[in-house]
């Protein structure tokens, strides 16, 4: 398994920006699907973006497409998620995970972070 930390959440007013990381530890990152997912209060867990081992594919939820992008740097084992035209809706806890098939099934995902709260001011 790889362990994760998230950082990066924070508040923002509506239409603003942040950016999330996801630090990686363990020899093994590049073998890994790696994704973002998102839970707000009294909501279950949703996935919002994935990412090929390589990096060059990705997947989006269809709330976030062409608003936020998710990448990768697999020589600093790191994961972004970029977050532009921040919506009241988008606020929530992000959680990083990694998983060994390309998926966005949580329960696929094995290793998870603790969360980084994101909140969206309107």
């Known amino acids: 398994q790889v362990q994760l930390v998230e950082s990066g959440g924070g508040l923002v007013q509506t239409g603003g920006s942040l950016r999330l990381s996801c630090a990686a530890s363990?020899?093994?990152?590049?073998?890994?699907?790696m994704a973002w997912f998102r839970q707000a209060p009294g909501k279950e867990r949703e996935f919002v973006a994935a990412?090929?081992?390589?990096?060059?594919?990705?997947v989006y939820a269809d709330s976030v497409k062409g608003r936020l992008t998710i990448s990768r740097d697999n020589a600093k084992k790191m994961v972004y998620l970029q977050m532009n035209s921040l919506k009241p809706e988008d606020t929530a806890v992000y959680y990083c995970?990694?998983?060994?098939?390309?998926?966005?099934?949580?329960?696929?995902?094995?290793?998870w972070g603790q969360g980084t709260q994101v909140t969206v001011s309107s």
């Open positions: 990412v090929t081992r390589s990096g060059t594919s990705t």
């Open positions: 363990g020899r093994t990152f590049s073998s890994y699907t």
């Open positions: 995970a990694a998983s060994e098939i390309f998926t966005r099934v949580a329960s696929d995902f094995g290793s």
